[in-house]
């Protein structure tokens, strides 16, 4: 199983990024799907998740609004729109798989994509 994200980068306050994971050896479609983040010196933070069994989509509260995940079960592929970005948002971004939405017990996870916004 692998989990490939890209995407990541510098953005200025206020800016977007379009976040992709691809996925390999495992098909979406048996997972929820997920993105987590985790800033150093700060605990892993869930940022939003799509539900394997009617696809309702969870997000953070500092996501909600901003970001929007979505997903191509035909190409095993999720993606994170992001918007609005602030500073705050600054963190390593992984994608990952779990069971399910809101319990953060992943199952894999890539090796993450830094995103930095600067002020």
């Known amino acids: 199983v692998q989990l490939v994200e890209s995407g990541g980068g510098l953005v200025q306050d206020g800016g977007s990024l379009k976040l992709s994971c691809a996925g390999s050896?495992?098909?979406?479609?048996?997972?929820?799907i997920s993105w987590f983040r985790q800033a150093p010196g700060k605990e892993r933070e869930a940022v939003a998740c799509i539900s394997s069994i009617d696809k309702a989509t969870y997000y953070g509260d500092f996501a909600r609004g901003r970001f929007t995940i979505s997903s191509d079960s035909a190409k095993n592929i999720m993606f994170l729109h992001m918007n609005s970005l602030k500073p705050e948002d600054t963190a390593v971004y992984y994608c990952?798989?779990?069971?399910?939405?809101?319990?953060?017990?992943?199952?894999?996870w890539g090796r993450g994509t830094q995103v930095t916004v600067s002020s």
């Open positions: 990952a798989v779990e069971a399910y939405c809101l319990y953060q017990q992943y199952e894999y």
């Open positions: 050896g495992l098909s979406f479609d048996d997972y929820a």
